[in-house]
Nanobody, 126 residues
Framework: QVQLVESGGGLVQAGGSLRLSCAAS????????MGWFRRAPGKEREFIAG????????YYEDSVKGRFTISRDNAKNTVYLQMNSLKPEDTAVYYC???????????????????WGQGTQVTVSS
């Protein structure tokens, strides 16, 4: 069984920054890619960033490119999401997730992930 625990959410003004963390336990973290998703009120869950098991490949949804950076520290079993230049439309619950497939590189859809954190709220005020 895998447990993922997000932290770092909160309330921030537009233009500000937050760093989300996701701590993993229960599996060899370094053998699996990770992703971040978000769900805004009244909207579907959407992919925003992913990172391969090695950390060599990262990829983003277009609306966050250049503003968000995903990274991982395999020694700490933790993946991060640095969010800069935040906008009110970034307000959502943010979830981290672990790839379903061993040593996969890219995964954009929720079905490609089989473990999820409980979510952390990010609210950006205008």
């Amino acid at each position: 069984q895998v447990q993922l625990v997000e932290s770092g959410g909160g309330l921030v003004q537009a233009g500000g920054s937050l760093r989300l963390s996701c701590a993993a336990s229960g599996r060899t973290f370094s053998d699996y890619g990770m992703g971040w998703f978000r769900r805004a009120p009244g909207k579907e869950r959407e992919f925003i960033a992913g990172i391969s098991w090695s950390g060599r490949n990262s990829y983003y949804e277009d609306s966050v490119k250049g503003r968000f950076t995903i990274s991982r520290d395999n020694a700490k079993n933790t993946v991060y999401l640095q969010m800069n230049s935040l906008k009110p439309e970034d307000t959502a619950v943010y979830y981290c997730a672990l790839h379903r497939v061993y040593r996969s590189t890219y995964a954009y859809t929720p079905s490609a992930y089989n473990y999820w954190g409980q979510g952390t709220q990010v609210t950006v005020s205008s």
